[in-house]
């Protein structure tokens, strides 16, 4: 069973992107995981996020980024096909209003176990929340790249998103005790389909 998680390097000012601490942490305990972290660039980062997906060619994939001015841990339900950058990517980059891909679907949906994944988090005593709306940024842009790609290749790979507060709002142990969790399920969900 492979799985490949990615995470975003610091932008917009800051020194550190919380994906990148928690995945960190979550690799200590969780070392046989595969680890990407993307930059926070329009091109740079989906382009090495699809080479990640071709060479290690996971049953699962988690995209991790961070959303200021969220508390909670929002578990991404859609990615949509629109790039409408508020602020410019590492590059200077900034759509505003294009699709992604002009021919691609206005959505693609999670494939994650995201209702158990939430009821656990849950339990356990997190503050998570399902969310419909990713942003417009590079999150949303990677999760929708990364599904359209799985799709194509009819791959059985299941791919989400998850957006961690910032740091200095959810601490990162606690954040990567969430991401223990969520495999957790993500694992549970690949053993029972392949017993089917
Ligand atoms: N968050 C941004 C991009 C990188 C990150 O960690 C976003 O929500 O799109």
Redesign the pocket.
């Known amino acids: 069973m492979k799985i490949l998680v990615t995470?975003?390097g610091p932008?917009?000012g800051r020194s550190q992107?919380?994906?990148s601490l928690a995945l960190a942490r979550l690799k200590q305990s969780q070392p046989r995981i595969n680890t990407r972290i993307?930059p926070?660039d329009s091109v740079s980062g989906p382009a090495r996020l699809l080479r990640a997906l071709n060479q290690v060619r996971p049953d699962a994939l988690v995209m991790?980024?961070?959303?200021a001015g969220s508390t909670a841990i929002r578990l991404e339900t859609t990615a949509w096909n629109q790039l409408d950058f508020s602020i410019p990517d590492a590059s200077g980059r900034q759509p505003r209003g294009v699709p992604i891909d002009p021919n691609g679907p206005d959505f693609l949906p999670a494939t994650l176990p995201l209702e158990s994944m939430h009821a656990e988090l849950t339990l356990a005593g997190h503050d998570a929340i399902l969310s419909h709306d990713?942003?417009r940024?590079?999150?949303?842009?990677v999760m929708y790249q990364s599904l359209a790609c799985l799709s194509k290749q009819e791959s059985s790979c299941v791919a989400g998103f998850i957006?961690l507060p910032l740091a200095s709002d959810y601490a990162t142990a606690r954040a990567a005790d969430a991401l223990e969790i969520g495999l957790k399920c993500i694992l549970q969900l690949i053993a029972g389909k392949r017993f089917r």
């Open positions: 995470a975003f932008f917009d992107n919380a994906s993307l926070v991790l980024g961070e959303a990713a942003g940024y590079l999150c949303n842009q957006h």
